[in-house]
């Protein structure tokens, strides 16, 4: 240990970083490295056999592709969010800035039961939406508009320090040269945002993906159809279907740590294009 | 109290910050440590007051050796280059913090501590500020108190890292008066570091240039500008023109005129250094002068610029003239003249090492 | 921050040059409006207004049910738990890696951060695995009579797991940026480690701290995944509130349902206007990472 560390003067580094480290492995590194262990109980086959029946493959599908298509809709609102947010002055601009965290700070089971009631077809939206014949709750469109809500702030948190940071003189120097309005914003302003713009995608994305909460409540729940994967963590668990439960998780776990190691990559490079 | 460094070195990860310092420092002298970044000042520094420990050799308080006392014992007043003030602390409570923390048998009574440090911020010229914040006080001001936070423990050696660093030019130059002269009343034995030769040559009794790790010359501020040991001295003291040339039989040729003393070098090829002030520029011939074209003239405050291009040798010259002298005939561009070095200083052309490439960084610095 | 000119006025001179024309920023902040009203503003009001439907005094009904209060008080004691954990490991871990140099630091960073990319129903699960029935240890558990799932210690660590990252990542970015030149001054000058640390390190980051303490604190109220696996929703004894509020919506009591639901928005706005002002106030001292100006970290 001495070799890997400088000496400093300053006391305490073995208990505290020996306090952290055992904190860290009982609370998260061993509990998750048990997950894995159960899941290898089913053997290579039994893994496959369990995360390919067509109710596992359905929720994949949901989840996946809810999830997705929420941080689509998240970055392209939250690119506005922030915009709108950091550039303009207008009334009620600081306390939308502050709304845009509701969703980190509101707890999901509230959140759950409020979009459920507001797009229940009785709801506010509900009956609106279900005049033009489109139904949200209890289908999977109720899947994503919990996660358009959950996955809300990421975008708009990540892009708006970069632009803040950005300096007026590169649009002004870019208005300079000649070029228009728009052509300034898509060869100057968006490239610098973009590595901010695919991180917060990502977050939004793995956020999403592990959501549960709000979701159960609008989302009808119907195996194959409107069911997603953490649900069916649940039930499986509930069935005292242990090494399945396992088996799918493990492999929504894999999915997020190749999103954090994703979004890592993306925040180094985002880093080094900004020369720090 | 005098401070002995012995073969020091730091290395952190593969690169040797200190390689093998000694230096002796007197009861009460004041003691510069000058380089160019990267050359180990500040690790030297921190080494001397025990936030960094050596990987070889050992310093020595008054003979004993400090490495067995813990930082907190060693008594060191130690002032840092951003002055590392506690920015939730008043100034007031800044200065008490070093007699506050002391155990209750040593800890002064409450008032003993509030006419100390009063004293204290008389001492440094902020008693008005006692209430305010660190963030409340001009850059100047901030290095005082950090001066006077360090010497309420009552140190038995002062520490500066570049103690004026951070200060614009015209504070620099007071504050760099006012420190000599609180020196010379107290009497400390002290270290500071720092990059800019005039202040090391204003400031201190001896100077210690360093570079890659190493000190090169130690001596009084005149020894070292004028009897530079090495090359990197030469340069790094001031201006200076280096010119090519051969030694033979102790004289420098610069192409087939003898230019310059250079006696106890071997044969070969040489490297002469002139300073900008030490050439005399003439237009008639005189004993052992060089022609030369004068290129440009550049007329700055005192001072008049002449840049020289030697006829017999590739290479320019800079010469820097007193005003007055080039007043009465002045010289032109494409003028014909004669130039002569008062004094030169010749080293074999291999001798001495390079400057550390400006680049590097200090390494005290990384984190 | 604090210029209010409308948006109607004419622009600032200064930005004429780098601006959208008024038209074009008028779309675009009433499209920004009403993105926000309809995912933010509207499930906001509709908890109130399902709160209050059955008048006010069905709601002080609600809350103040025995159930309900034993949801309340089994939420305040898991947070007060869970909290001052995270914040013991917060500090902690902050301290090393912060105020010292060491090889696989930026590993160790990666890893406290792992619970938030982690989905909250598998943060039960793992303990289940561990402390269930059927689990690793969970025989040995049994044989000795301590229950953890289905009882408060296994309520305690998913809370725990969920807001493992909040109060550490406040504290890891401000006092790496911080450094440790305060520190060594207070050595310098004779204080000890404890002395260091409560005069020196402690004050320098109590704003972040509240800061992380407060997101803490609101993520391990309302946390409802991880607890809903491992609690077994035995009403009155291991219903955490969010619990709680599943079960009177999944029995149609829809008012008393929103009644709960309210006292969590509730701490929600007031953790937002709280953070807000800590923001506004306090901003040079917390960790470049929020709406301040890109700091050490992207």
Known sequence: MLALRRPSVLPGFGPTLGFALLYLSLIVLIPLAALFFRSADLGFDGFLRVVSTPRALAAFRLTFGAALFAALVNAFFGLLLAWVLTRYRFPGRRIIDGLVDLPFALPTAVAGIALATLYAPNGWLGSLLDKVGIKVAYTPAGVFVALVFISLPFVVRTIQPVLQDLEPELEEASASLGANRWQTWRFVVFPVLLPALLTGFALAFARALGEYGSVIFIAGNLPGRSEIVPLLIFIQLEQYQYAAAAAIATVMLLASFVLLLLINLLQRWASKRHGE | ?367 | MTKTSSVMGPPPPALTTTTEPPAVRRALILGAVAFVALFLVMPLAVVLAEAFRRGVGAYFDAITEPYTLAAVGLTLTAAAIAVPLNVIFGLTAAWAIAKFEFAGKSLLITLIDLPFSVSPVIAGLIYVLMFGAQGWVGPWLIEHDFRIIFALPGIVLATVFVTFPFVARELIPLMQDQGTDEEEAATLLGASGWQTFFRVTLPNVKWALLYGVLLCNARAMGEFGAVAVVSGHIRGVTNTMPLHIEILYNEYKFAASFAVASLLALLALVTLVAKILLEWRYGDELAGVHRMPRGGKA
């Not at chain 2, 050696?157 to 420190?179: H, M, Q, S, Y």
């Not at chain 2, 003239?297 to 590739?314: F, H, I, M, R, Y």
């Open chain 2, 1 to 367: 109290m005098s401070i002995e460094v012995r073969g020091v070195e730091k290395v952190f990860g593969g690169f040797r910050a200190i390689d093998g310092v000694s230096l002796n420092v007197q009861e009460g002298e004041l003691v510069a440590l000058l380089g160019p970044s990267g050359s180990g000042k500040t690790t030297l520094l921190r080494v001397i007051a025990g936030l960094e420990f050596p990987t070889a050799g050992s310093v020595l308080f008054d003979g004993e050796d400090a490495v067995t006392r813990h930082v907190r014992e060693r008594k060191v007043g130690f002032v840092f280059q951003h002055y590392a003030l506690f920015k939730h602390m008043t100034v007031f409570n800044n200065v008490a913090f070093g007699l506050r923390v002391k155990s209750r048998a040593t800890r002064p009574s409450n008032e003993e501590i509030t006419s100390k440090v009063n004293a204290l911020l008389n001492l440094v010229q902020v008693e008005q500020f006692g209430n305010r914040y660190p963030s409340q006080l001009s850059g100047g001001q901030r290095q005082r108190v950090a001066l006077a936070r360090a010497l309420a423990i009552e140190p038995r050696v002062l520490l500066l890292d570049e103690p004026f660093g951070a200060l614009d030019a015209k504070v620099r130059k007071e504050l760099r008066r006012w420190l000599r002269g609180l020196h010379d009343r107290m009497g400390l034995t002290s270290v500071f570091v720092t990059h800019d030769q005039e202040e090391a040559m204003e400031l201190s009794d001896r100077v210690a240039v360093m570079n890659r790790g190493r000190i090169e010359q130690v001596g009084s501020p005149t020894e070292v500008y004028d009897t530079p040991a090495t090359p990197f001295v030469y340069e790094f003291l001031g201006n200076a023109n280096r010119l090519p040339c051969r030694i033979e039989r102790g004289r420098a040729y610069l192409g087939p005129i003898v230019f310059t003393e250079a006696v106890g070098l071997a044969d070969g090829l040489g490297i002469a250094f002139v300073r900008p002030h030490d050439i005399e520029v003439t237009v008639e011939h005189q004993n052992l002068s060089i022609p030369a074209t004068v290129r440009q003239v550049l007329v700055a405050g005192a001072v008049a610029k002449l840049e020289l291009s030697l006829d017999t040798e590739p290479g320019m010259l800079e010469v820097e003239l007193p005003r007055g002298a080039h007043w009465g005939a002045p010289f032109t561009a494409g003028q014909k003249v004669h130039w002569r070095a008062r004094t030169a200083r010749v080293f074999p052309a291999n001798a001495g090492s390079p400057p550390a490439a400006p680049s590097e960084v200090e390494p005290a610095t990384l984190k």
